[in-house]
Each structure stands twice: as C-alpha cells, then as structure tokens.
C-alpha cells in the first residue's frame, strides 16, 4: 500500500509544480515579459491551462478574486499538501 501511497503522492507533487507553473507564466504574459503571440508560450499556456483549469474552476467559484488577484490556486495547493499528509497519515503510518 506504501507504494501506491507513494505514486499518488508523486503525481499530486507533479501537478503542484504545474500549477506554479501556470502562475509564473500567466504573471510573465501579464507583466509583458514573455510574448504570449510566441507560438512556443503559447503551447505551453495552453497545455497548463487545460490541465489545471478544470480543478482551478470550483474553487473560483466559491472563493471570490481579492482586488484582482486569484488565490485559487495557493488553496488549491494546501488542499493537495493536505491530501498528501492525509493519505501518508492513514496509509503509511497508521
């Protein structure tokens, strides 16, 4: 059971760094440092934000933009470091 723990871990780890991803790249596209008409920046938008879009959704849904500034996806990011200490806590070491 540890080792299935361990890949769902993984792959939870694998999409957090995804979603940092599209936040450094929507931040360069919105300060004009990177050229969102770049076919390159373009793909690479487009892939993170059709793979974090659909879980991104409910939570800007229920939690409403602060001036502007999304945070759904620091929540989205506790909520899975929580899965993953809760997974880890009944499954491994309990």
């Known amino acids: 059971m540890a080792s299935v723990v361990t890949l769902v871990s ?8 995804l979603l940092i991803a599209n936040a450094i790249l929507s931040w360069l596209v919105a ?9 390159f920046v373009a ?6 934000y059709k793979i974090t879009e659909p879980v991104l959704r409910p939570i800007r849904r229920i939690i409403p933009a602060f ?3 999304d945070i759904s996806p620091i929540v989205l990011i506790l909520l899975l470091i929580f899965l993953q200490n809760l997974m880890y806590e009944f499954f491994v070491y309990g």
């Open 10 to 17: 993984s792959i939870i780890q694998i999409f957090i760094w």
């Open 31 to 39: 300060f004009n440092v990177v050229n969102a008409r770049n076919q």
């Open 43 to 48: 793909t690479v938008g487009e892939f993170l």
């Open 67 to 69: 001036g502007g500034i």
